[in-house]
């Protein structure tokens, strides 16, 4: 399984960007897809995953703002993020996995396939 990440760039305060994270070699739907982030000095962290009955979860943070949804005829993830803030900055990654339980999805070394990160800057 490949992953491919996509559609970081500089936004305002406000603003919305749409991730998207294209895969390759499996059919999407047979994963459990997560996003993830990371800031310099920090650990990566769960920011949202869909599994494979279609069921997404956020953490706190980026709900009612971040949208997870998945295009099985694309074999796409895609993030829509909206009401953007700067302490959203970040390199997104996505991540995929085919066994996670739910009580694991947000932990990033349960995944096995990782995605390029994109980078995204919100300035204030």
């Known amino acids: 399984v490949q992953l491919q990440a996509s559609g970081g760039g500089l936004v305002q305060t406000g603003g919305s960007l749409r991730l998207s994270c294209e895969v390759s070699?499996?059919?999407?739907?047979?994963?459990?897809v997560g996003w993830f982030r990371q800031t310099p000095g920090k650990e990566r962290e769960f920011v949202a995953a869909?599994?494979?009955?279609?069921?997404?979860h956020y953490t706190p943070p980026v709900k009612g703002r971040l949208t997870i949804s998945r295009d099985n005829a694309a074999n796409t993830v895609a993030l829509q993020m909206n009401s953007l803030k700067p302490e959203d900055t970040a390199v997104y990654y996505c991540?995929?996995?085919?066994?996670?339980?739910?009580?694991?999805?947000?932990?990033?070394?349960?995944?096995?396939?990782w995605g390029q990160g994109t980078l995204v800057t919100v300035s204030s």
């Open positions: 991540a995929a996995d085919s066994r996670l339980i739910l009580s694991s999805i947000s932990n990033p070394s349960q995944y096995d396939y």
């Open positions: 869909i599994r494979l009955r279609g069921d997404t």
């Open positions: 070699g499996r059919n999407v739907r047979n994963y459990v």
